[in-house]
RNA sequence: CGGGGUGUAGCGCAGUCUGGUAGCGCACCUGCUUUGGGAGCAGGGGGUCGGAGGUUCGAAUCCUCUCGCCCCGACCA
């Protein structure tokens, strides 16, 4: 492709509502253009790299044992009521009605609709297993969409779905997916983990999360040097809180007054206590009502935990305004003793504590030595906390490391959740009809692409790994000599010839602004061709990631060209 | 959802407070010079000032409503 015939113009300036590196790069090298929040085109260049990474995918999904699939974007409301995601799914469902006033969803996932394909068309064992795929559009209406295409609306996914009629031939396929997907990223060039992850919404079992290691991650993934557990901080577990504390005597229950203390930093200071000592009390309102959660002072509560303990599909924190009414006890002094909400969990940090203090449900009122069971009823205890950085693993104990990342695949084993559902059975061996067992693996691949970017780049451009690159190499001529386009055109079209991705700089520009665009676009390699350079027979190329130039002699730098790209391709 | 901000040429911005009929840089077009890391000079094209309504002789500017976009917060008890 000649750039002068091509479809991309460089920004030298910063779009200014792009917020994360990826974003603005992408927009300043010409690859995607913002059409409304969370909503892009994929230029000409932005969607090479995108179909570079689907045939990748494609590849590895294909070797897997997958078959893909087309499904539509718009889907019928009544799947959804089957499945019962119409209620659940909540405002990022994008809901739309057709002239007849039906109603219908743009599909943000495709559980249903396959569901559906399914079980019309599969009766017998016989006909399992079957993993079926896609790469297709979705659309999800994020409250706030952010971060370019890590964080768009619209979105293309690959999606695929898989149906058993066993455990272990589930077990078989999650594990081909988890191969495959570790195949993609590393083809892909991006460091990566996989980690355990919560199931969210989608519901089912077992979950994996793909994570690539970037500082604006918006994921914090727990991890251990030692014996890699690795596990989304929503889910992750440490071993920190085995060991019962010694038996302490139980103190009598005693008010403390505690005026202007709300914070928990703030009654530890005034009572001269490490937080550690102290116990937290946070009030969530759910879908059946206040529940508190009691935590040690110094630990966060985990929101995901809490919601997965309660089996809740609604939860946030407790408005204050509805504080009072909820809990019987003013904002900042709320506690278990004498409490007006119905459950009350407690996390295992506190399990088998003596004496703790808490507040007082009264205005500046704290309350010491109060006594599980003797003050307030037995809690329900469990894992309500995130774990920390430093904490011990939960399987061999060695000090937990957090990482940020960005989640680029999420596989599930799902079970029956959808073939219950939306009846997708299959009549077994004995002729008995069964639901199918069902696994789901996505992977984001504007996202990945973007990840990519995150983590590789530097403060002219884009760094591209080889295999996802728009283009494998640029051809620069500078000047405009004869001889030098000759040259140029020359070296481009045996390129070509030899089947290399070859984007030719054949604009009338000078060196310099050539030169930075191939450096914002990054081009794995560049060939330049110069007057100069030209006139002792010598031409120049060099890598993208560290600019050292090289110069030789044509033929020679076609030949070490060529064996680089197909090197790359592996 | 709550709070804050912003909307002026393809991109980045000034002008708004104090109303007087729109400007700068980049990009784009023409010419000359220049040519290995985002050139210089000269000339030029391009804007319903987000939208609607109002105040006024006169509105980018003041008022009202509305829409878009961005940021921050939503573990604080």
Known sequence: MRWTRYFLNTLREVPADADVISQKLMMRAGMIRKVAAGIYTYL???????????????????????????????????????????????????????RHERDFVFGPTHEE?????????????????????????????????????MRGRE??????????????????????????????????????VAVEADTGNIGGSASHEFMVLAQSGEDAVVSCPKCRYGANIEKATSKFFDDEPEPAPMQELAPIHTPGTQSIEDVGRFLGKPTSQLVKTLVFDTDEGPVMVLVRGDREGNEIKIKNHLGVTWMEMLADSRFEEATGGPVGYCGPVGTKCRRVLADVSLKGRANWIVGGNKRDTHISGANVARDFPEP???????????????????????????????????????SDSMHCTYLDEKGERQSMIMGCYGLGVGRTVASAIEQSHDADGIIWP?????????????????????????????????????????????????????DLVGFPLRIAVGAKSLANGQVEWSFRK??????????????????????ARV
């Open 113 to 149: 609709v396959i569901t559906d394909t399914v079980r019309d068309a599969i009766n017998s064992y016989r006909q399992l297993p079957v993993n079926l795929y896609q790469i297709q559009t979705k659309f999800r209406d994020e409250v706030r969409p952010r971060f370019g295409l």
């Open 546 to 567: 560290d600019r050292a130039k090289q110069l030789g002699a044509p033929e020679e730098v076609l030949a070490r060209v060529i064996d680089e790209v197909k090197k």
């Open 466 to 518: 080889m295999p996802i690159a728009p283009f494998e190499v640029v051809v620069t001529s500078v000047g405009k000599e004869e001889s030098v386009v000759n040259m140029a055109t020359e070296l481009y079209e045996k390129l070509l010839a030899a089947g290399v991705d070859v984007l030719f700089d054949d604009r009338d520009e000078r060196p310099g602004v050539k030169f930075k665009d191939a």
């Open 155 to 192: 979105f293309i996914m690959k999606d695929s779905y898989s149906f058993h009629t066993s455990r272990e031939s589930l077990d078989e396929t999650y594990e081909a997916m988890r191969q495959a997907y570790t195949a993609i990223f590393h083809r892909c060039g991006l460091d990566h």
């Open 380 to 418: 329900e205890w469990g894992d309500f906390t995130t774990v920390f950085a430093g904490d011990p693993c939960p399987r061999c104990g060695t000090a937990l490391e957090i990482y940020r990342g960005i989640e680029v695949g999420h596989i599930f084993k799902l079970g029956t959740k959808y």
């Open 44 to 98: 000409p260049l932005g969607l090479r790299s995108i179909k570079k990474l689907e045939h990748i995918v494609r590849e590895e999904m294909n070797r897997a044992g997958a078959v893909e699939l087309s499904m539509p974007a718009i889907q019928p409301a009544e799947l959804w009521m089957e499945s019962g995601r119409w209620q659940k799914y909540g405002k990022e469902l994008l809901r739309i009605k057709d």
